[in-house]
């Protein structure tokens, strides 16, 4: 009886190989083409209170309005921008600050919308109108 040993270290190339593109097949958007929108900070043009701002990492966006934070679940498909499990801290937010977060935050609710970056500038659209952020980095 012959028996044929396999060097562990091959095994495990492989595995990970198949893991990887396994999770590359099956992670929404992640063979999509930058958007440009990932890894810049993106601040909402003409605020009149600050901080108002958010970034996209990976599949998760963070941010912060003038008074709460923001989380998303962020999916990118060319550019369309997917939030879904939206959450923000609800502290009370009035006059100026509660004007430049409402704006903020509506633009980034649950749901689909087309976002399009051109040079520093990034428009979000949706049925109710377009938001504007601008990134300096």
Same mark, same amino acid.
């Given at each position: ?15 990970? #190989? ?8 099956? +992670? ?12 810049? *900070? ?9 901080? +108002? ?10 941010? #912060? ?6 989380? +998303? ?16 801290? !609800?502290?009370?937010? =009035? ?5 430049? =977060? *409402? !704006?903020?935050?509506?633009?980034? !609710? =649950? ?6 970056? #051109? ?7 949706? =049925? #109710? ?9």
């Amino acid at each position: 009886m012959h028996l044929h040993v396999r060097p562990a270290g091959r095994i495990l190339a492989g595995t990970l #190989s198949a893991v990887t593109a396994l999770a590359m097949l099956t +992670a929404p958007g992640a063979l999509a083409a930058d958007s440009g929108i990932t890894g810049k *900070q993106w601040k909402l043009q003409n605020a009149s209170a600050q901080p +108002a701002y958010f970034q996209v990492d990976g599949d998760q966006l963070t941010g #912060s309005g003038p008074c709460n934070s923001i989380s +998303a679940h962020a999916v990118i498909d060319g550019d369309q921008l997917t939030l879904d499990q939206v959450r923000t801290t !609800r502290v009370g937010c =009035e006059g100026k600050e509660g004007q430049t =977060e *409402q !704006r903020m935050f509506a633009a980034l !609710r =649950e749901g689909t919308v087309t976002a399009t970056v #051109s040079g520093n500038t990034l428009t979000v659209s949706r =049925e #109710s109108g377009q938001t504007t952020f601008v990134s300096g980095n």
